[in-house]
Structure formats: C-alpha cells, structure tokens
C-alpha cells in the first residue's frame, strides 16, 4: 500500500471518528438493545390502547355533556380530558425507560405553587366557572343581573362570563363575582310579574277605585288575563303621608317587559283621571323674599 492510499485510509478513519464523536453514535448504539426495543414496542402498544380507551371516554363525555351542558362548555370539557390523556402519557413513558418522576413531581409542585401565588385571582375564577357550568344557573341568551349590572348573557366562560347590556355595551363578569353575590335571572320562566304601586287621596272611594284598578289589565294586551295562575291583583297596602297606597300586580310574557311596563302606568293613569280619581303628589310652597325685607331678617340672625 502506497503513501497515498495510507493517507486516505487515515483521512476517512478520522472522518468516521469525527461523526461518531460529534453525533454520539456509539453512545447510541449502546442503547439499541433488544431489552429496549422491547420497551419501545411496548410504549407503542401502550399508547394505541391508552388512544383507544381516550377516544372511547371523549366520546361518551361528549356525547352525555351534549345533553346537558351547552357547546362552549362541552368544547372546555373535551379540553381537560384531552390535557389529562397527554399528560397520562408522557408521565407513562418516562416511568417505562426509567427515568425517575420525583424530581418531576417536585418541580410541578414548587412551580404550582409559585403560579398559584401570581395568579391567587385566576385560580379563583377558574374554580367558580366550574361551579358556574355545573349549576346551570343561566345560558347564553338569558337576561341576569349580578353585582349591579344587568344584561342579556352572551357568553359563558371558564374564567368570566359576557352580558350585553340594554344600551350595547359588553362587560365581563369574573365568575367569582357570580359565585359570592346573588344572581337574578329573569329568563328562567316563561311568565314574570310587575308590581305597580298607586297613590289616591284620603278622600277617595276605595271600593270603587280598586274596582277600576281591576279592570286596568284588561285594557293591557300584553298582560295575562286569560290563566287563573297569572290572575292580575289589586290591593291596599299601607296609609301614607300623602295618601292610600296600593299595589297592582300583572303577569306576562318575560319578553314583553317595557311594554307592559309602560302601557300599564299610562292605562292606570288615564283610568284614574276618566274616573276623577286624585293621584296625590308633593307639593312646596315658595315665598320671593324682597330686598326690604332680607336685609331685616339678616340683622335678627
């Protein structure tokens, strides 16, 4: 063998070595043992079944939730089973090629820890829409108030819910909020009632008042008058300063709320002034003081 052909020999025995060394094939090839290939096909195995068993559970979830629980929800549900599966996983393989998940488990924990003190707010939040989907207090196109704001609800959250207000504006409600104050939902039935209150002098006939009071309802299009469960009523209540207070009380349909509101007050108005019945009303009395007279009051003072 001439000088050439050693030199060449050399050159790629060196070249060899190099790419051994710089991409750890022979750290490598001793782990391409039948021991571990038994694992890798083993995870692989493991993975397909524990897929099968995911799909199988997702499906059923989705398909209970759907009944219950509206799409956004049933979206957040597939989520978490989805996060856990992936999780389940990763933590299985690690365990089956030994590697210890002590250390892991420890650092999650102080890192738990560590977000749950930044984000003490969102945890909090997160907690209560949990609470919030699985109480089914309200859904999406129902009209609530909660915390002084009322709205038709427009979206229903993990972390907040979304009402739009009568004059189109959007607020977000923390679910927490929703969870530690009380929450009116005035979409739940079908039917809602209005209590009107009324003033008359001391004066008046009260039998023949409350008679024209009764029949306010009937000349209302939107009040219930046909069902005796959501029969209007009428009745005195207490004696004011002023004058005899009562109430009138109407049932309608949840949708037909500002107009019966305001067909009801005009219509027990006018049926009041047809009937000269007096609605009582403060009155203040004023005295234009003249120059004169200012000056002395002053002075007493």
Known sequence: MNESTKAATNLVAGTADEIKSMFHLDELASYVTWGNLAKVVTSIVAILIFWVIYRTIRHLV???????????????????????????????????????LSAVWGAAGIAGVAIGFAAQTSVSNLISGLFVVTDKAMKVGDFIECDGV?????????????????????????????????????????????????????????????????????????????????????????????????????????????????????????????ADVNIPFNRMDVTLLSEETVPSISKKA
């Open 62 to 100: 989705k398909k209970g939730a759907s009944k219950k629980f509206e799409p956004r929800t049933v979206k957040s549900i597939t989520k978490c089973i989805s996060y856990i599966f992936y999780v389940v996983i990763v933590m299985y393989v690690l365990g089956l090629f030994g590697i210890k």
């Open 150 to 274: 009322s709205g038709t609800v427009r979206e229903i959250g993990i972390i907040s819910v979304k009402i739009q207000t009568v004059d189109k504006q959007m607020i977000r409600i923390p679910n927490s909020t929703i969870i530690n104050t009380k929450l009116v939902n005035y979409s739940s039935f079908n039917h809602r009632r209005y209590v009107f209150e009324f003033s008359v002098d001391y004066g008046t006939d009260l039998d023949k008042t409350l008679e024209i009071v009764k029949s306010v309802p009937a000349r209302c299009p939107t009040v219930i008058t046909n069902d005796p469960t959501y029969a209007p009523a009428a009745f005195w209540t207490t004696l004011g300063d002023s004058g005899i207070n009562g109430i009138l009380c109407v049932w309608f349909d949840k949708a037909n709320l500002w107009e019966t509101k305001s067909t009801v007050c005009s219509e027990l108005v006018k049926a009041f002034r047809e």
